[in-house]
């Protein structure tokens, strides 16, 4: 069996595969609508925020926001997708009510952003999933129907808010993989400042295609799980949705396609609507919209004033530090956690170290509080100075997290004076070490005499009793050492 | 010495000159122009205020009398009801829009009025400028001044019957397959629809976007360069198929020509050097011979101004009319979807949920052209028929639209019949709606191209009605075609006969 079936066969779920592609909205930071001057903000009353174009008035017009094209672009070159020369708006049609025009504009044969890539890390494992295309769209209004005996509000502030939706090829082989790519996506996308990716306002919406097959099998039919907004109801819905569709599958059911929610209340998903209801959206591109012409310049210009990717930055931490590709990953997590790496490493001028710290005990610390790196309670200066006094041999490993526990807690904020009033310090004196090691040796002679013998392993007990006697406060390898010259 | 002529008689330059020169003041003219409407028994009119419109006279007094000396000052006019105006209720000629009030005003509507044009109303037309006859209008036919038993022309037929009916100096037209040229023909006075972007169509009720397009009606070339300069012009931040051209003064050379005309050295072969394109598809059996005999003596005429008459080729004129019938109601299906009934216009007083509010409200508001072109429309754009409907007339748009630019290394202006007949009778065609789309076959091809036409009266045909010269000139050449209309109207008097039903 190849290395590769078996790592295929290790995600089997009761021997089916699962095949996930992911549709994801993600809300663009514009100050105003893809084609209305009507302000995007969130949490206006009602159609306030609405203008004569996304009120659908006779006569009205729409007009390209050029920002929301700029911010298409920056995704484009984020993902090393191409950047159509040319690319056309469409009319989907379907009536209803939060849809003013009774059309949404969207991009339907030509988008804007064609293919591209997003990688990252899952299990140590570098992930790749395609993308097939980017589109700019326009969002609907919202339907209120509470509120309203016997009738529906309609609230049209959303209607028109630029959206880049963002399509992958069914690439995901697992419901942890697609979260993961969720993640990296929102990821890039929050990172470029193109979306403030905050999924309770419905700024990055994901909807998931899942099917499941039999290794080997053609494509099974999908199921299209809709408005997933937050990654743990993503895992829950599809973790469900895989359950479900071999359970149908071994009962002898066919899947149908179908459109399903996700109830968190109940942990089950539903179905919307089934193929047969689908619409005819009749698109066709929209005349009162000319082709979307993006010269090379403009596209030139955007990478040039881009801030540096993600995995551009990945990489020089990879080269410039010499981290593994998981670290720098790890790192690359947001701008804030990599900025805050960068002045660690640089103070302390020990990236190894300031990396197993960010990614360790950092992380853990941040996570448990749920705090965000940009609050943490340690500053990266004193991180810096801490991973200093472990690069020095000052303190070992498991003093410097007491120290780290005292900075966290505030119980002081600086590095020595925690270390000083802790008796944290490593024995430096070798004389007083050799001491304390003539005393383990006179201890133990039966160890010498079987190290003596060949019997290395006898050298670790050693070391643990010399690491006792000093109260860790020894340095593991100069001890190692001092034994070595000893025993001879 | 003869009586000075009534006001209503004056052109559009005549009167600008009279209130310039204080002889009147706009409120009197309004005044005059809004007597005259208010016997009027032609159906052009959906909507009056005199008070709005005396109100703007005043203003434009004021400046008047500040001094300001622009061309259009003062001077009246009226609006076809597809342009949406803050204070005339909008229409658009359909029950579904009845008593709409829109918040802005149309940018060729605002744009008029910042050149001080004083706004009499707004005018009668087909509904949602889908007719050919104004027989479609929600409300009430409009009918032909010249012959009251038919029909004016349409969609702007409220706007061609105002404009010879004298109730107007000027009017607003829209055409998206003729509906300024064929009306102004068949009423026996002057209208051009510029090449496709040149007005912005922000504030237009749309039709077919591809191909809607504002233009001017008036008496005269030389009233239509005036307004069309101040309609005219790059409205970028509204309406992205705007052409991104500056505006154009188009009749500051039709006056220095008409000023050289009357001079001592007015030269004989003004056109000398201008050719003019004759497709013979515009010149077949299917034109009625009265038509035809008005067009070749207007062609004649042209020929003593200098101007060489080719014979050219548009090989793909026919197909101009399925492509046409595709294409404007594919749009049209997709522009009308929000007309729903949910936020503003007419919905049913009854229904029992959504779809029943939707079906009935639309049923309900729309009128049997609007329904068919929606049903057409929606058909051809459905999955499975696009490529064959839709794509396949996008496609022979192109070439129609190449077969002009062949056309066009051989001549200056193509010239032919607006209509292939004079206006018919009120109720004639209604039955038949395929008998109307095929009248519209000699201006569906410029529309289809995006080029800029005119219709020039050029004489009587069959009962005394009027008939129009097409003139089809090349993308931008709006300054061509109405100069070349212009000259002609210097040698001619067909634009300044009136009808009997003027006065």
């Not at chain 1, 899942?210 to 080997?216: A, E, H, I, L, Q």
């Not at chain 1, 993503?234 to 359950?243: C, F, I, K, L, N």
């Not at chain 1, 551009?312 to 690359?332: H, I, K, N, S």
Request: negative net charge.
């Amino acid at each position: 069996m190849s290395q590769a079936t078996h790592v295929l066969l290790d995600k089997l779920v009761n021997g089916y595969e699962v095949v996930i592609g992911f549709e994801t909205h993600t809300q663009l930071t514009t100050q105003s609508k893809l084609f209305s001057r009507a302000s995007t903000s969130f949490g206006a009353e009602p159609n306030t925020n609405a203008s004569a174009v996304d009120f659908a008035l006779p006569g009205a017009l729409p007009v390209m926001n050029k920002g929301a094209v700029q911010r298409a672009i920056e995704f484009g070159l984020a993902v090393n997708g191409h950047i159509a020369e040319s690319s056309v708006f469409a009319r989907k049609n379907y009536f209803y009510p939060d849809l003013p025009k009774g059309y949404q504009i969207s991009q339907f044969e030509i988008p804007v952003v064609q293919g591209g890539a997003v990688e990252f890390f899952l299990e140590g494992e570098k992930k790749t999933v395609r993308l097939v295309r980017a589109h700019l769209e326009e969002d609907a209004g919202k339907s209120l129907h509470e509120d309203f005996a016997d009738m529906t509000g309609i609230d049209l502030n959303r209607a028109g808010t630029p959206l880049l939706e963002i399509v992958t090829e069914p690439d995901m082989r697992s419901t942890a993989e697609a979260v993961a790519y969720a993640k990296e996506l929102h990821k890039i996308v929050t990172w470029i400042g193109i979306c403030d990716g905050n999924m309770q306002e419905g700024s990055f919406r994901c909807d998931a295609n899942v099917s499941v097959r039999k290794p080997g099998q053609p494509l099974g039919t999908r199921r299209e799980i809709k408005n997933l907004n937050s990654f743990k109801f993503m895992q829950q819905a599809m973790d469900y949705e895989v359950r479900w569709q071999i359970e149908q599958i071994e009962d002898g059911h066919a899947i149908q396609q179908a459109t399903v929610l996700f109830d968190p209340d109940t942990g089950e998903t539903r179905s919307m609507r089934s193929k047969e209801d689908a619409a005819d959206y009749r698109y066709f591109p929209d005349p009162d919209l000319p082709p979307l012409v993006i010269g090379r310049d403009w596209v030139e210009k955007t990478r040039a004033e881009m801030s540096e990717l993600p995995r551009v930055m990945a990489a020089r931490f990879v080269a410039d530090y010499g981290l593994p590709e998981y670290d720098a990953g790890q790192l690359t997590q947001s701008k804030a956690m990599a900025a805050y790496f960068e002045a660690v490493a640089a103070a302390s001028k020990q990236p190894k170290l300031a990396s197993n710290w960010v990614m360790g005990e950092l992380s853990k610390r941040l996570n448990s509080d749920e705090k965000a790196i940009e609050s943490s309670a340690v500053s990266s200066l004193q991180l810096a100075r801490l991973i200093e006094r472990i690069a020095d041999s000052t303190i070992s490993n498991s003093a410097a997290k007491q120290v780290f526990d005292a900075l966290w807690t505030g119980e002081s904020t600086d590095v020595d004076a925690i270390i000083d009033a802790k008796g944290l310090k490593q024995i430096s004196d070798s004389g007083e070490l050799e001491k304390i090691i003539d005393t383990v040796l006179a201890a133990n002679a039966k160890n010498v005499e079987e190290i003596r013998a060949g019997n290395t392993k006898a050298m670790n007990a050693l070391v643990g009793q010399a690491m006792k006697a000093t109260q860790g406060k020894a340095n593991p390898a100069q001890v190692n050492a001092l034994l070595k010259k000893k025993i001879g | 010495m003869s009586t000075p002529p009534d006001l209503h008689d004056l052109s559009v330059v005549d009167l600008a000159a009279k209130l310039a020169a204080g002889d009147v003041s706009s409120v009197e003219v309004t005044q005059h122009f809004l007597n005259r409407i208010k016997s009027e028994q032609l159906g052009a009119f959906l909507a009056l205020d005199a008070d709005v419109s005396l109100a703007q006279a005043k203003a434009a007094d004021v400046r008047l009398a500040a001094g300001e000396r622009t061309p259009l000052l003062g001077v009246p006019l009226a609006h076809k009801d597809v342009f949406v105006t803050r204070d005339f209720a909008t229409t658009a000629g359909s029950k579904m829009l009845a008593n709409y009030r829109s918040p802005f005003d149309a940018t060729v509507v605002s744009k008029l009025a910042q050149a001080g044009m004083v706004s009499l109303g707004k005018l009668n037309c087909d509904e949602f400028a889908m007719g050919s006859g104004n027989e479609n209008s929600a409300y009430f036919p409009a009918k032909n001044p010249w012959d009251t038993r038919r029909i004016p022309g349409g969609s702007s037929g409220g706007s061609a019957a105002a404009v010879a009916a004298r109730l107007t100096p000027a009017a607003t037209g829209t055409d998206t397959g003729g509906s300024i040229r064929q009306p102004a023909s068949l009423t026996g006075i002057t209208g051009i629809k510029p090449t496709y972007g040149r007005c912005s169509r922000y504030g237009m009720v749309a039709f077919a976007s591809s191909l809607d397009q504002a233009g001017p009606m008036a008496r005269s070339a030389l009233d239509c360069a005036l307004l069309l300069s101040a309609m005219a012009g790059p409205d970028l931040d509204r309406d992205s198929t705007s052409l991104d051209m500056p505006a154009v003064d188009y009749a500051t050379d039709l006056i220095a020509a008409r000023a050289y005309k009357t001079g001592d050295s007015a030269p004989k072969h003004p056109l000398k050097g201008l050719r003019i394109g004759l497709p013979k598809q515009f010149f077949g059996a299917g034109c009625a011979p009265d038509v035809l005999l008005a067009v070749r003596s207007a062609l004649a005429e042209y020929e003593k101004l200098g101007a060489t008459l080719v014979d050219v080729d548009l090989p793909l004129t026919e197909l101009s009319i399925p492509v046409y019938y595709v294409i404007a109601p594919a749009e049209a299906s997709s522009n009308l979807s929000r007309f729903d009934g949910v936020r503003y216009g007419h919905r049913a007083a009854h229904y029992t949920d959504l779809n029943d509010m939707y079906k009935k409200s639309r049923s309900e508001g729309f009128g049997d052209e609007a329904t068919r072109r929606i049903m057409i429309g929606t058909y051809v754009l459905s999955h499975g028929y696009y490529d064959a409907y839709y794509l396949k007339a996008q496609k022979i748009r192109r070439l129609i639209a190449q077969d002009f630019q062949t056309a066009f290394t051989q001549c200056d202006i193509i010239a032919g019949p607006v209509s292939p007949t004079v206006a018919w009778k009120i109720g004639e065609n209604k039955a038949d709606p395929v008998a109307n789309y095929l009248a519209d076959i000699y201006t569906l091809s410029s529309s289809l191209a995006g080029l800029p036409g005119m219709s020039v009266p050029a004489g009587f045909g069959e009962g005394g009605m009027p008939v129009g010269l097409q003139l089809i000139g090349n993308y931008f050449k709006e300054a061509q075609l109405l100069g070349a209309a212009h000259q002609y109207q210097m040698v001619t008097d067909w634009h300044d006969k009136k009808p009997g039903a003027s006065s």
